[in-house]
Every structure is written in C-alpha cells, then in structure tokens.
C-alpha cells in the first residue's frame, strides 16, 4: 500500500512540473483514467484518503469514487454500496475543515450522486443522515453544504431519465419545507448566541431531527407579518452587538447560500411565514465588519421576489417587505455617512448586493403593490442619496441602472396595475436628485488630476466616461418624463449653471503668457468635456420640451440666448487663435445643444398666435444666429461643419414659410453658397442638404401647388450641384467637392422629415454617370496624389444614392453603371495601388446594390459573378483589403439572392467564401460564419436545390477551422450552428 501511495504521489506530482512533455502528460493521463475504471479501485481510493496529506492525491481518490459511483455504482453488490456509503458519512464531516475546498465538493456530490440513483427508495434514510450531520455542532456546516448540493443536484437531476427526474424532484419537494425550516431555525439559534443582548428571534416551531413533510406552514400571510413582529424584530436588531465565532460566520454563510438555491425552485406558498421573513431581514442589515451574511441573505430575498407567483393573501408581506427595504437603504446611508471621516466605508460587495436586491424588489415586487400606498418616492431619493456616497463610478451607474429599469418598467407597462402605480416628487426632492446625478457628469478636479495622469500613460478606457454619461443622462431623461413640470425648469437652470461657470473659466485661461501648458490644455479639455455631458442631458429631453412646449418658452428663449452668448464670448476671446482644439470642444457642443431644440421650436412657430409670433420668430432668429457665428472667421473647421449641420436640422424640421422669410437665414444661405469652395466637404454636404430641405419639406397649412413650385427649386440646386460632373468640366479637387455637394442633395431627400425629393433623381443620376467616365483620368492627375480621395468621393456618393433611391432607380442603370467602371479598370492596371482601391470600392458598391434591390436582378447578378471571376486571380497578390471586400460581395449575394443564382454561380460563390473565411484572416472567418449562421435561420435556405451540398461544403470548413485551434472562441458558436444545421 505505501509503494502504490508513493507512486500516486510521484506521478501527480510529475504531472505539475513545467517541463513535462506531451507524450509524458499523455502516458501519465492514461495510466491514472486505465485505473479508476477498475471495478475495485474506490477501495484503493478510501485508503489513500485516509492515509496521504496530499491534496492533488485527496484530489483524484475523490475523483476515483465518483468514477465508481456515476458508472459502475449498479455493479457493486449491496455490501460494497454500503462501505462507500459508510465511509462517506463518516469521512466528509469529520475531515470537512481540512479538507481542501475542491475535495470537499467532490465528495459532496459523491453523496449528492448515490441519492440520485437510490433515493428514496432504496437509500430511504438518507435525509435523515444528512439531518444528523446538520444537527452536530461539530460538522453542521459539511450539512448544509451537502444540503445545498442536494437542492442543486436533486431538484435537476440532469443525468437521469425524464420519469426520474420529475419523481426526485417530486420527493424533494415534499421534503424541502421541513429543510427550509430546519435551516432557519439553526440561523435564529446562532444569531441567539451571538447576541449579547440575549433576545431570540421568534420561534420555528420545528421538531428536533429532521422535519417530515407534514411540518404545518402556520397561519394565512396576513396574520403572519403583524405589526408587532417588525417591532419585536428591530427591539432584537438594536440591542447590544453581535459576536459570531469563526465556525458559526461560515455555517450561517453556507446555511444562507443552500437557503437561496432552494427558494429559486420551492414554491414560496409552501414554507413562506413570519419566522423566516424575521431571520432573513435581520441577516440582511449584517454588512460590518464581515459582509459574507448580508450578502448571502440579500440573495435569499432576490431568489424569493423573482418568484413569479406570490399567493394572493400576501399582501401583508409586500408592505412589510417594502418598509425593510426603506430600512436598508437608510441603513446603507447611514453606515456610509458614519464611515465617512475613515478611509473606508461599507463593503463595495455589499453595496453591489444591496444595488441588485434594489433593481429585483423595483421590477418585480412594487408593481405588485399597485394597491397599497406606500411612498415609492422616498425609496427612490433615498436611492439616489445612497448612490452619491458611492466613490466607485461602476457602483454609482449600477444604482443608476436599478432606477432606470424600474421607471422604464412603470412607464413602458401595459399592465394597468403597474400604470396605476402613481407616485410624484416634491420639487426640493426632484431638484436633489437631479443635482445629484449631474454632479456625477462633472469631474472633480482629483479626478481630473487622475484623467491627464491616465491620459500620459495611455491606461485610460475612454469608454467608461462616455458609459457613465449614458447611464446618468438616461435617469434624467425618464425623469423628465415621469414628471416634466417639475424637471424641465430645474434641468433647464442647472444648464445655465454650468455653462456660466465654463464661461468663467476661459478669460482665467487666457491670462497665461504664451501657449497654454498641456497640463492646461487638458484641464480645459476635460472641462468642455463636462459640459458636453450637460448638452447631452439637454438633448436627452428635448422629446420633453416638445410634448411640453407650451408650458417652456421662456426657458427655451433662455436656453438660446446663453448658447448665443457664450459662443459670441469664446469666438470673441481669442481663445480659438491660442489653442484650436480647446475651443472645438465646447463651441461644438454649444452647436449640438442648440440642435437639440429644434423639433420644440417647430411646434412653438406652427401654434404660435398672436404675442406668441414674435417669441416663436426670437427662437428661430437665436438658432439662425448661432449657425452665423459658426461660419465667422474665428471658428475652426469643426465648429463650421457643425453650425451647417445644426441649419440643416432647423431648414428639416421647420415646417412653416417663417423660417424662410426671416432676413438672417437668406443671409446665412447666401453666405454658404457663394463660399461653398472654401467648406469641408462635410460642411458642403450639409450646407446644401440645409438649402435643399428648406424647399423640399412640405410646410404646414401650405398647398400642394405651393409645394411643387418649391420642389423646382430644389431641383435647380440638385442640377446646381452636379453641374461640374455632367460637363466633366473639373480637376480632382472640383470633382470630390461636386460629389460632396451632391450627397447633400441626396441627404436632404431621406430624411425622416422630408418627402423623397424624385425631381432631383435624375440630375443626380446623370452627373454620377458623368462622374464615372471622369474618374479614371483623375486618378492619375497630379501623380495620383488624390486618387484615394476621388474614389471615396464617387463610391460614398453612389452607395448613399444607390440606398435612398433604389425604388426609383431601375437595374438596368446600375448595370450599365458597373459596366463602364469595370470596363476601364484595365485603364489603371499598371498602378496596382490604384488598382486595390478601385476593385475593393466596386466589390463593396455591388454588395451595397444587391442589399437595396429587392428584385428583378438577374442580370445584376450576372455581372457582379463575371467580375467576381476576373478579380479573383488577384485575390493572392492584392491587399487584404480586396480579399475582405471580395468575400462580402460573396457573403451577401448568398443571403440576399441565393435563389435567383445559377447553380454553377451558387457553388463558385460558395466556394469563394469558405476558402477566404479559411484563409487565417480573422474578420473573413467571422463573415464566413455569420453568413452561414444567416442561411441556417433562412427558410428559404432548405428549398434550395444545393442545399444538401452548400452544407456539407460548409460544416468541412467549420470542422477544419475547429481542428485548427485558430479559432477557440467561436467553438461554442460553431457547434451551436451544427446543430441548428442537423449535424451530429
């Protein structure tokens, strides 16, 4: 027995030396699997348990007796049974605290697996041994572990047959009400032993051994939770200190986590009274100095209110359970106010529990309470102050988040008990929170100190401010909604606020000689990043504002008169001549917040009567204002493609002749137009859409005939714009502003606020027909040195025309379209740079073309499958870039039009993008799969006459692709797939 023990040993031990080769591991893993399906070797098994110290030994003798048990445990005879049986009840709890973890649950479901194959039939006591080992002082917690596993195990029992689960199941379910009991009443007695002040929780009644299942469930809820039983339970809680033993802080933890598990399945009508209510919420306010019990009891609750059927007669439990919740909140508050002159506060982990148990009790548990009054808002605000003691921004959105699930759960409800569910904050309440979540937007200057210390080592994540913003912006805005007369005003100030202080801040900055520092620059930076956080809020209500317009014009005429002013103060400091960048920040967002009232002044100028006129005209002229101001010589390049923008949202959202009629926007117009040469391209693209919208949109009240006469000029614009292309009159730097000019027009005609502007179709489309005869004598102008530029300009152009005019274009002009392009690719083929860029741009163009037409594409089809054939000889010696683009078009001719494909096509394009999906690009691999993954969803797909060949094509190059060990992450996915395709 000692020369097999040091054997064990020696090779457990080899196999964690890091020099071990693989044909060594191998060996050595062979050997000890040959052994543990010997018939006899959990006799060995015991013994090495008994007799060797080593864990990696415990460890696979363990592993050797659960062998025997899930797969000869029907060939012992009833002796051998029993001696397993036997040591296992001894073994585990005497040696439970020395064991390691990982043993001691590998000989728990040993336990938990011989139930499963004998009880309750032949193995009827084993709850009662299960029972007694609770019982024991000594060995109580390897109980309620055990417990635990059997909860897990047994209300599963995922290896075994349909008919004996449901029996196992069924059996443990009579029995799990007394277990329930039993459990909480040893959670009283230790919580009896810890008290100094010697008080005991109210009485179990439960009998001494294991409860049967008849254990009586006491009287109806609403006599349960009576008012003296929360007074007697916060007498209990407030008296002396607790002073848990080491042994009885880890069985109260293991009692509370079987607690939990059996509560997600045990209907909570069978063993739910006014005991184990009482012992739950005293464990869940234990959160110093050890959190391990809150935590645990917080998660009993959670379990219990994601039940989703609570008997009728429980409403008394909904009031209690809405009050202890208030408790523990203010309890939370309360710790984290007392800790504050410390240099911790209460358990993150506890906090982040508490959170959970507060985001279930909202969901699932208050819209219950539709007819009780309880003040939800209290709980709410006291949320919120709960949330602002958070010093980790993680905790603090997680709070944030619990909220915002449970508005959207009120106001999103179709249930009318949910609707009824009315609750209102007092403006100081209202006020609190909001300025406390805003507060949460600006960053302190620590924390600044901290940003530009993260942004100098690259170590910062610029994805959680951004998240950060998203979460408090998002509470704001439901808020608003809840409750907008009281929120608008006070967001609307709050607003004004801090834009005033960030106009203090920049006369301080220009007092330093010379260029600001970087340490400045980025102070400053952060700063409009703050306020950009704000302009955020304010479009977050913007929907807000208008279904409220009538009640908020002067705050808006506020609003706007100090986005006005304060942008007339930066440009007019200087600051922009200093330092650039620090002035885009913050002027563009200044821009965006205008933009964000624009829907609201729509509504303000179509009901403005009388007085109202002249306010709805001041807006209206404070918008066309801050677009002039973006245009002067001070601004920079962003804050002029942001102003133009911001015209473009009014001239698209303004449904009435005023906006027209009013001298500064002609003015403003006029100016965009005669110096278009010296915009961006996205500043033209966005000027022009602003004039093109202006004449497209349908104003309110005006006639149809009025309308068209309008159209007519939009028309002129779009001929206007295209004019350069369709004479073929320009160089480069006329033919990409041309192209530019043009998807103004093209965005002006999709948006959501503009009918389809049909008239401009065939202007656009002639000048992209001159634009292609053009583009290849331009890519060779000058050396080439705007080739890249030139072709991005015509193919964005045509895949935004092709995709918000495909219904009145017809297939046979792309067709020729394609034609004349591929036709002269020839013309560049010495340039293979050139080359690369051109196939790569039409590949993708045509991918965009079988997206966007629905029908009649035969012939599209068949000249995108010839190009196809002529590229794919390059494939091997071109950029990647092709090689993506080429599978795409691929990708997306078998989702779009697999049906309308020739088999021949079919099984080329298939072959295509399996043999690049298995190339070693990654991205590849992914389109690949995902197109696969489509075609599996596709009905349509199991019609097809190849469909028997297309899969197995493709399930060889997802097994290669497996085997290959390149692409570990995506096994699960893959297998998923399989099965969905039918594959074994």
């Known amino acids: 027995m000692d020369e097999q023990l040091q054997g064990l040993e020696s090779v457990l031990d080899e196999l964690t030396q890091p020099h071990l080769t693989s044909e060594r591991k191998t060996e050595i893993e062979a050997a000890l699997s040959q052994f543990k399906a010997q018939p006899h070797a959990w006799r060995l098994a015991i013994q090495f348990l008994e007799e060797s110290s080593n864990p990696q030994v415990k460890w696979y003798a363990a592993s050797v007796i659960q062998y025997s048990v899930d797969y000869s445990w029907d060939q012992l005879d009833e002796e051998d049974r029993g001696s397993v049986k036997a040591f296992l009840f001894q073994y585990l709890p005497t040696n439970y605290s020395e064991l390691p973890h990982f043993v001691r649950s ?41 417990l635990l596993m059997v909860s897990e195990e047994l209300s599963q029992a995922q290896r075994t047959s349909p008919e004996r689960r449901q029996a196992l199941r069924q059996a443990l379910l009579e029995e799990a009400p007394g277990i329930i009991l039993a459990l909480c009443e040893r959670l009283s007695t230790m919580h009896l032993r810890a008290s100094s002040g010697g008080l005991r929780l109210p009485g179990f009644n439960v009998p001494s051994g294991r409860a049967p299942p008849s254990t009586p469930r006491g009287s109806p809820a609403e006599q349960m939770f009576a008012p003296e039983t929360q007074q007697h339970r916060q007498q209990q809680t407030s008296e002396g200190s607790l002073h848990f033993t080491a042994m009885d802080l880890n069985l109260a933890a293991a009692i509370l986590k079987a607690l939990a598990h059996f509560f997600s399945w045990v209907p909570i009508a069978t063993f739910f009274n006014e005991s184990v209510f009482s012992v739950l919420a005293t464990y869940s306010e234990m959160y110093e100095p050890d959190p391990r019990l809150g935590c645990a009891s917080l998660r009993c609750f959670n379990e219990l209110h994601l039940q989703q059927q609570l008997p009728p007669d429980f409403g008394s439990y909904l009031v209690q359970a809405f009050e202890h919740t208030q408790k523990l909140v203010q309890a939370a508050l309360d710790g984290q106010k007392s800790n504050a002159h410390l240099s911790h506060s209460i358990d993150p982990q506890y906090l982040d529990v508490l959170v959970e148990y507060l985001r279930i009790f909202l969901e699932n548990i208050v819209p219950r309470m539709a007819e009780h009054e309880i003040p939800i808002q209290d709980l709410i605000v006291a949320v919120v102050k709960l949330a602002s003691t958070f010093a980790d921004d993680d905790s603090y959105r997680l709070s944030i988040h619990t909220l915002l699930s449970f508005f959207e759960e009120v106001v999103m409800s179709e249930v009318e008990a949910v609707q009824n569910l009315q609750f209102r904050f007092s403006p100081d309440a209202m006020e609190f929170m909001l300025e406390q979540v805003i507060s ?38 439901m808020v608003g909604h809840i409750q907008p007369l009281t929120c608008l005003p006070i967001a609307s100030a709050l607003y004004m606020k801090h834009l005033k202080n960030l106009g203090e801040m920049v006369p301080a900055l220009l007092a330093a000689e010379g260029t600001l520092s970087e340490q400045d620059a980025l102070y400053y930076q952060w700063t409009c990043r703050d306020f950009a956080a704000m302009c955020r809020v304010l479009a977050m209500l913007s929907d807000v504002f208008v279904s409220n317009f009538q009640q908020f014009t002067l705050q808006c005429q506020e609003l706007l008169q100090a986005i006005t002013t304060a942008f007339q103060e930066i440009l007019d400091s200087g600051i922009v001549s200093k330092d650039e960048f620090l002035a885009n920040t913050v002027v563009v967002q200044l821009v965006a917040s205008s933009e964000s009232l624009c829907d609201w002044i729509n509504l303000c100028v179509l009901q403005a009567e009388g007085d109202d006129v002249e306010s709805a005209v001041a807006m209206l002229d404070a918008i066309l204002n801050v677009v002039h101001l973006s245009q002067s010589e001070q601004s920079t390049i962003s804050v002029s493609e942001a102003g133009c923008h911001l015209l473009f949202t009014l001239c698209s959202r303004v449904a009435s002749p005023v906006l027209m009629q009013r001298p500064l926007y002609n003015e403003t117009a006029s100016f965009l137009i005669e110096n278009i040469g010296g915009l961006s391209a996205k500043a033209q693209q966005h000027a022009v859409a602003a004039q093109v919208a202006a004449f497209a949109i349908k104003w309110h009240g005006v006639s149809s005939q009025d309308w068209e006469t309008r159209s007519q000029s939009a028309l002129q614009a779009a001929e206007f714009a295209g004019l350069g292309l369709r004479e073929q009159s320009t160089d480069a730097h006329g033919f990409i502003q041309c192209c530019s000019l043009l998807k103004g027009v093209v965005v002006a005609g999709q948006s959501r606020h503009t009918p389809p502007i049909k008239a401009a179709v065939a202007p656009v489309r002639e000048a992209i027909e001159g634009a292609t005869s053009l583009l290849f004598s331009l890519i060779t102008q000058d050396g080439g040195k705007l080739a890249e530029d030139v072709v991005s300009a015509l193919f964005s152009l045509m895949t935004l025309f092709v995709s918000a005019m495909a219904t009145s274009l017809t297939t046979a002009w792309m067709v020729q379209l394609l034609d004349v392009i591929v036709g002269n690719l020839d013309s560049v083929s010495g340039d293979s740079t050139a080359l690369d860029l051109l196939v790569s741009s039409v590949l993708l163009f045509m991918a965009t073309v079988l997206e966007a037409v629905p029908r009649d594409v035969f012939n599209l089809l068949n000249t995108m499958h010839n190009f196809r054939g002529a590229v794919q000889p390059m494939l091997e010696t071109s950029d990647l870039s092709v090689a993506r683009a080429f599978q795409t078009l691929s990708a997306t001719m078998l989702i779009q039009h697999q049906l309308a494909l020739e088999r021949d096509q079919m099984m080329a394009v298939a072959d295509s993008l399996t043999q690049l999906g298995m190339g070693g690009d990654l991205p590849m691999f992914v389109t690949m799969l995902s ?33 290959s060990g390149a692409v570990a992450q995506y096994v699960p996915q893959i297998d998923a797939l399989f099965r969905q395709l039918g594959v074994a």
């Open 106 to 146: 590998k000989l728990t479901l040993c336990i938990v697996a011989i139930a499963r194959e004998e009880w309750p039939h032949s193995f009827p006591d084993f709850l009662d041994l299960v029972s007694g080992i609770f019982a024991n002082g000594e060995t109580s917690e390897a109980g309620a572990s055990i």
């Open 440 to 477: 949460r937007l600006q960053l302190t200057e620590d924390e600044r100190t901290q940003l530009l210390d993260d942004t100098e080592s690259d170590d910062t994540d610029p994805s959680d401010y951004a998240q950060h913003v998203e979460t408090c912006t998002q509470f704001i805005s």
């Open 931 to 963: 197109t696969v993954e489509h075609l599996a969803t596709d009905r349509t797909f199991e019609s097809n006459p190849l469909h028997g060949r297309l899969v197995q094509e493709f399930v060889t190059a997802l097994t290669a692709a497996k085997e």
